[in-house]
């Protein structure tokens, strides 16, 4: 099969192990039914202003590649821009504002902002990367003074878990006491990623 008959999801670094493995589950490992994933850096988490761009550049420099592009980003701070690039580019997104609705439900993830407003949500991706893209991403490991000011309206830190694993449960909670939150795990699995790879799949067969 050649690259002109394949699929590429542009997606978000921090979804990278998620949709690898999903891929994997329907058979698709390596692209090798058609879909081709290629994920952009993660700590694009930190600056949302940079994604739409970022997005923009790849998936021109694919376009005499394959068939079609689509992008594994969901929202992510963008205000809509990342929309507008996507609908410049003809091409589609994941749904929702963040990955975070995106593995917990809409209906779910509205219930826990509506429990407390002030609550930082961690994947298991984040939870991994805590100290270089939380603590080092936003400066708080050489100026600890930054850590009030970030996060003195949260109260809780909550773990939408991906899959059980009790040394990222431990690494979560530690990451709570870290910033001084109340600690939540909330078992979400891969939640709507999933539906969104089917439709990937058949966009791909």
Known sequence: MSSRDRVLVVACGALAKELRHLIAAFDLE???????LECLPAKLHNRPELIPESVRQRVRAARDQYRT????????????????????????????????????????????????????????????????????????SDHPELQEIYFKNYSRLVHLSQEPDPELD????????????????????????????????????
């Open 30 to 36: 390596g692209g090798s039914r058609g879909i081709d």
């Open 69 to 140: 592009v689509l992008v594994g980003y969901a929202d992510c701070g963008t205000g809509g821009l990342l929309d507008k690039v996507c609908e410049e580019e003809g091409v589609e997104r994941l749904p929702g504002p963040h990955c975070y609705e995106l593995y917990a439900g809409t209906e779910a993830f509205t219930q826990l902002q509506e429990q407390e407003l002030g609550t930082l949500y961690l994947t298991d991706y984040l939870v991994r990367h805590f100290e270089r893209l939380i603590l080092e991403g936003l400066g708080i």
């Open 170 to 205: 431990r690494q979560a909670r530690q990451a709570a006491d870290r910033l001084g939150l109340r600690f939540e795990r909330v078992a979400t699995g891969y939640g709507g990623l999933v539906d969104a790879l089917v439709e990937i799949r058949e966009r791909a067969a």
